[in-house]
């Protein structure tokens, strides 16, 4: 038994070696990949509860070319603990931006801000410089941020969120109900719209507990005059119970994958508008 023990030690120190070998390679060619091209942009559909595509959430994703595609749950804080993020999420929002311009002008664009990113001295010009370069009109972008953003340096956050909101552009709360969920966030920082995580939305169907909070964040929502994207809708049960409740927009597999720019044009001809 101590010769197993002392085996499988050797053995786990292995494959953890080869997994930290194989991140340190993956933080490597992740410092050229933004110059190498490898980085490009998938849209998934926003819709109205009756269906209609109101926009799109621009989401990040990175072609390894040995490895192929890394999920950006893996590369997106890698990216962030080397400082690449803010260089990475420059090209992206321009590329949203640029993308957006070639839809029906009232749609919106929605683009996710990293904790460095958000926290950039830079940003609100980077924002007013982009749309200006574009052509975009303020109110077509919607900028998506996580709580965890807002738990450091709050004086400056709340300059930072009123400077967007004056730019004219939307702001809404990401992943509502995951973290800390400080309701004095809601109460102190100028949000459009709260996006619920996807964790409530999942058991929707056979949950009452889950529906009662969902019913609440909905509420609470409107109350304080900002509107509700539920994510992660994945069936139609959930989409009909979501509509019936008075959510506004629905995201999730549901109503459309993510896809490439170049698949757009094909995805809303198949769609009521
Ligand atoms: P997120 O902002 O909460 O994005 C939603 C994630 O849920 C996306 O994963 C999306 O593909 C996935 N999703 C959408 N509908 C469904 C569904 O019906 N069921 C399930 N199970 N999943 C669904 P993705 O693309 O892997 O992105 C993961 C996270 O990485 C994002 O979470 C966001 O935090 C971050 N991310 C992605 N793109 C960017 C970006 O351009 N910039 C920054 N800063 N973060 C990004
Ligand atoms: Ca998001
Ligand atoms: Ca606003
Ligand atoms: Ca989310």
Redesign the pocket.
Known sequence: AKKDGRNRARTFTRSMLIVLEQREMLRRSLRTALQEGEFF??Y?PLVSPAFEVLGF?????WRHPLIGNI???VF?PMAEKDGL?SE??KW?LEQACRAAMSWPSHFTVA????PA?FLHEGLTDRVAQTLDLVGLRPDRLEL?I?ESVLLERTINNLDTLNTLNVLGVQISL??FGTFYSSLSYLKNFPFDTI?I??YFIKDLEHDEKGQTIVRSIIALAHGLGMHVTA????TEGQAIWLEKEGCDRL????LG??IPAEAIGEFLRKSPT
């Open positions: 942009v998938e998934q959430e621009a989401l990040l994703r999920p950006p749950s997106i993020m990475i999420g992206l683009v996710n801000l990293s990113e998506e996580t990401d992943d996006k995580d996807q994510e992660g809708v994945e995201q999730g597999y549901f994958f993510p």
